[in-house]
């Protein structure tokens, strides 16, 4: 009997599917600037995982991410292979997950679509070979705002309406309203259809000053806080610790009408104030019509009946003498 033909083997470990790099964004992967973002999945190669983001190379208003990737909450800045510091960086979990919550607010980007990369070492885009990594593509959009108000032309103590969209979510909108020495400020909420309406009733169409006037409408953006509020007789920007008075809108010194819309339309479009977003819509006040019909002078056409009531006393008392004289006559 031949012995069986032994055949030499090495045992070696199964190949394990949980290898490489995972990556996944939350909600449906377009959000408006400012939204909170969360990034998550699993590395199994490393305790740490790195990103960083790749997209335009030029803004509008500027230079865009570099080609090799910039670092996530500043997207300007290049990500170095080799330097972890120039990475964000999410610790990997003892069940090999990782998270990371992104905040999109004040990155100094513009809309547009990016790709987010998750890596197992702080390698750069052009090094990726041979590197355990993973990416997935978002679209980042800035919130918008429109408003009209209805009429165009308001009648001094008629009612008027302010129609919008603001977008991104926003809880509120602020309000301005500049006029010859008339300030106005307050908030109205906005809808789950990002619509929202303001009515100016009887009471504050009434204060509106005769002329030129300017609504402003104000969009906080994704963080729910106006960076510029009113304060007292001021205009405040909200930015440190205790903020800055802009200008002020009331007694002395106050701007009024166009200056004070014109100094919150810069101030509003000042990086340094916030993110804030805004529409202006310029608007006219007239008077009302018995306001008008009182400062008209009443105005008589001689040969009108209107003119004989005052002759009447007059051809009374001819009428009188010319009596009186007939009876003294015949009595002579």
Excluded at 230 to 245: E, P, T
Aim: charged share 15%; hydrophobic share 35%; glycine share 10%.
């Amino acid at each position: 009997m031949t012995p069986p033909l032994i055949v030499p083997f090495e045992i070696t470990s199964p190949v394990s599917a949980d290898t490489g790099v995972t990556l996944s964004a939350s909600g449906v992967q377009s959000y408006y600037l400012g939204e909170k973002v969360v990034f998550s999945g699993h590395n199994y190669d490393s305790d740490t995982t790195y990103l960083f983001m790749t997209g335009p190379g030029v803004f509008m208003n500027g230079p865009g991410i570099p080609k090799v990737g910039g670092k996530l909450t500043s997207p300007l800045q290049e990500v170095v292979s080799g330097n972890p510091g120039s990475f964000d960086t999410a610790p990997t979990k003892a069940d090999r997950s990782w998270e990371y919550v992104y905040y999109t607010h004040n990155l100094n980007s513009d809309a547009g679509t990016y790709t987010i990369y998750a890596a197992s070492q702080p390698k750069a885009q052009d090094q990726l070979d041979g590197v355990r990594s993973a990416n997935v593509g978002i679209i980042l959009k800035k919130p918008f705002i429109t408003a009209e108000i209805t009429p165009s032309t308001i009648t001094n103590g008629e009612p008027f309406t302010v129609n919008g969209t603001a977008e991104g979510n926003p809880p509120t909108v602020q309000l301005w309203i500049f006029g010859n020495n008339y300030a106005f400020n307050t908030t109205t909420p906005v809808n789950p259809d990002a619509s929202f309406t303001f009515t100016g009733y009887t009471q504050l169409s009434g204060n509106l000053p005769i002329g030129p006037c300017y609504l402003i409408v104000q969009h906080s953006m994704q963080n729910n806080t106006f960076d510029i509020v009113a304060s007292g007789a001021y205009v405040r920007a909200l930015q440190g610790k205790s903020g800055m008075n802009l200008f002020r809108i009331r007694g002395a010194g106050s701007l009024q009408g166009r200056d004070a819309a014109d100094a919150l339309n810069a101030a509003l479009g000042d990086p340094a104030n916030g993110d804030d977003t805004f529409t202006v819509i310029p608007f006219t006040v007239d008077e009302t019509a018995d306001s008008v019909s009182q400062t008209q002078p009443i105005m008589v056409t001689p040969g009108t009946d209107q003119a004989h009531p005052a002759l009447f006393p007059f051809a009374l008392m001819g009428a009188v003498v010319l009596i009186l004289g007939i009876v003294v006559w015949k009595r002579r």
